[in-house]
């Protein structure tokens, strides 16, 4: 309830529901947007337009672009026999941030989750399997996040994968670049000593 | 840069103008929508390209509305001598939503302010000037933030409109409703000890 005209009052709710935003804020991004209607509002819900008209999941490996496939599935130099599993299409875009890794994706959409109801059919594994046997890969990064569910689901796939004659791997887990050891919890500590490195 | 489609890619940078959202927060945003391109990334573009098309600063106060004076200025009942003065719409809106005041409001756009070079002629002050002499108010409710600008604004208001015959008056400082005295600061209690009423 802000007492604005209804199709402010409308604007805000459909804001609101952004992830980041709450009534607060989408109220105050509103009257920011308002009072930039023509330099960001406009040009705004056009740029909306125009992706919501031609975004589309890759048929390949979930990720997002233009077309059935995605440029990096459509681009054979990165046929490298390599395939990363990762959660969601954010972490694609950050582990393509860091620019070390030349070979494919696989979005799987998700973890398994008991508590969520959501089974390896909700997500991309069954399609992950078919790749792995179609596109002759030799190696799986599990790059999955680094909480209960995500390990759960890499052990999952870990298994699924077994036997297809294909190692699989996860990201190191250590101490992050310009990390302080007072501020690592300790799990992140224990993890780093065990898998210490001879210099 | 996140490596998506340039209209994605331009679509975010965009998004992350907004107040409250950064860059990784608009990343998210953009990612949610188009998982949810029909049910909210559409209906958003709309909504934000009718609200484009239709919002308005109402003539009178500078209050958001649909036409030139905004519904509060048109209602002949809200016209009961009271003009509560406010820096921006949001507030005007929390007024609104207390539901306590029965008068007119009047939007300054901002606070005077020395550093940004922000004078009394870059807020709507000669308007408020105006519309005390031309609609015969007789209280000027100054309803501007506790802060240092809100407060030199306020004082020098009440140094214009002193000899035109209206009373002046501000909100009043003190403990809020629910408020934990623990957790308030030192200025909010003095104001609150030195404000104290009789029971």
């Not at 694609?92 to 860091?98: D, P, T, V």
């Not at 179609?134 to 999952?156: C, K, R």
């Not at 870990?158 to 919890?185: H, R």
Request: one cysteine or more.
């Amino acid at each position: 309830m802000t007492d604005a005209p209804k199709d402010i009052e409308s604007l805000i709710e459909v804001m609101a529901r952004l992830p980041g935003l709450g009534p607060r804020s989408a109220r105050r991004a509103v009257l920011h947007l308002i009072k930039r209607r023509g330099q960001l509002m406009r040009p705004l819900a056009e740029a909306m337009t125009r992706v919501a008209d031609t975004a589309r999941e890759c048929l390949n490996c979930g990720n997002i672009g233009t077309a059935d496939l995605c440029p990096i599935c459509s681009d054979d130099r990165r046929a490298n026999g390599q395939i990363c599993v990762v959660e969601d299409v954010a972490d694609l875009w950050a582990m393509e941030r860091g620019g070390a890794f030349q070979g494919r994706y696989h979005v799987l959409g998700g973890t398994l989750s008991a508590l969520d109801d959501i089974g390896p059919d909700d997500l991309r594994i069954p399609k992950l399997i078919d790749r792995v046997r179609g596109e002759g890969a030799t190696e799986v990064i599990l790059a999955l996040n680094a909480t209960v569910d995500g390990q759960t689901t890499a052990h999952y796939i870990a298994g699924e994968i077994e036997g297809l004659g294909v190692s699989v791997t996860s990201l190191a887990q250590g101490v992050p670049i310009g990390g302080e050891l007072d501020y690592l919890d300790d799990g992140t500590i224990s993890a780093a000593l065990k898998a210490r490195k001879t210099l």
